[in-house]
């Protein structure tokens, strides 16, 4: 059913650039394809459009390739989002409007975090992005899984040593072909890089060269054990079964997930009795926790109507309701605003993982935005595919080194 309705999206976003037949200015969004989001900001844009004359049309990311092939083509989205390296890319290629002027004397800017503000800044001191979302990470748990156990729920003391002490326990009941009957835990293998940093790694901002320390790599062998020692389910054949992180920890197949925080679809979806921890530091480290403020929504050089798309992105940051309240902004209370449109989070340890993340902010130290702009694509290409042979044990952690 949600294949139908992005189809249906797409197709009834042709012919953006025009302006509609009402008259209004129409802005395209590419927005996430998230039906939920969908489905809300489709509810609200017709009273967006009465009101500001503008109407925006939405268009479901279908992925990476796919915008780049709008863009090369002449015909990008009006708005869409850029991580901080593809925003650097863009516009030194002059594929992004600079938001200088356009926001120059607007009261949102002042509404906005001053970090949030100064990270859509490129290197040639060109706004081409304005931070739409930020979020920590978390160990998202299984109460009832954590009861049958024996195990105290985790907190904000609990160490790398404390999880694998419960993971081992909760994966100890094995069931008839000798599989643990739930696994301790999951972590994607695109959430590996914040363990490291709290492990003491090193990631600086905007790096021109990957420089794996040990601290990185014992993270790694970390990683292999947890699925060598099955107290974490196989990527491999968790990529062959198709199966969403979220539904491992719904159904039971895990009691740990490491997710990101907040995450809408788990607040709506998930029905067993679950809490959030902060993501555990390892022995007595500082404790580095990951934050992600490296993307936001650009406003393509080609549009039509640059004031129009401003509005627009104003409004999907500061007046959509299914991102309100939002964390980019300072005169939000995004926590209690959070816990009044979802109850549940009352006593979750939501409000405890995001202020401490605020209190001991690390940065983003994903690879896919850890590098420079003029480097990333290069590493990457090198460094994707040993990371994939090293989670399928087809190579050593030594070997990265």
Known sequence: MAFLLFAALIVSSCGTK?????????????????????KHLQGEIPSFADSTGVEITLQPFTGQEKLYAM??????????????????????EGRLLDMRSLSAGDPFVGRLWPDVYRQGFSADSGLYS???????????????????????????????????????????????????????????????????????ASTQERSLFLNLSEASLEVYRQYLTLMNDRLMPDLRRMQA????????????????????????????TLTIRW????????????????RSES???????????????WKALKWIIAGASIYQPNPVLRDADFVSGWEARYPQLVGSGFREVWQ?????????????VRFSSWTSASILERL???LDKLWARETTVEALA
């Open 130 to 200: 304005v931070g739409n979302w930020n979020f920590t990470a978390g160990v998202y748990y299984n109460k009832d899984l954590f009861d049958k156990a024996g195990l105290q729920y985790p907190d904000t003391s609990w160490t790398w040593k404390d999880l694998l002490a419960a993971a081992r326990r909760i994966a100890a009941e094995k069931n008839a072909g000798g599989e643990p009957e739930h696994y301790g835990l999951f972590i994607p293998s695109h959430f590996v890089e914040i363990f490291e940093l709290m492990n003491g």
């Open 275 to 290: 809490g959030v921890a902060p993501v555990p530091r390892f022995g007595i480290r500082p404790v580095r926790c990951f």
């Open 384 to 386: 994707q595919p040993l």
């Open 18 to 38: 025009e302006q509609s037949k009402t008259g209004k200015a129409r802005i395209s969004y590419n927005c996430a394809a998230n039906a939920v989001e969908i």
């Open 356 to 368: 401490r993340s605020l209190k001991y902010p690390a940065g983003d130290p994903r690879f896919f």
């Open 241 to 268: 079964m198709g199966m969403q992180a979220s539904q491992l920890l719904q159904t039971g197949k895990v009691a740990m997930l490491v997710e990101s925080v907040p995450h809408q679809v788990l607040f709506e």
């Open 295 to 309: 993307g936001g929504l650009s406003i393509s050089s080609q549009t039509e109507n640059p004031q129009a798309a």
């Open 71 to 92: 863009i090369a083509a002449g015909q990008p989205p009006d708005i869409f989002y850029t991580n901080n390296v593809l925003r650097d890319r863009l516009a030194a």
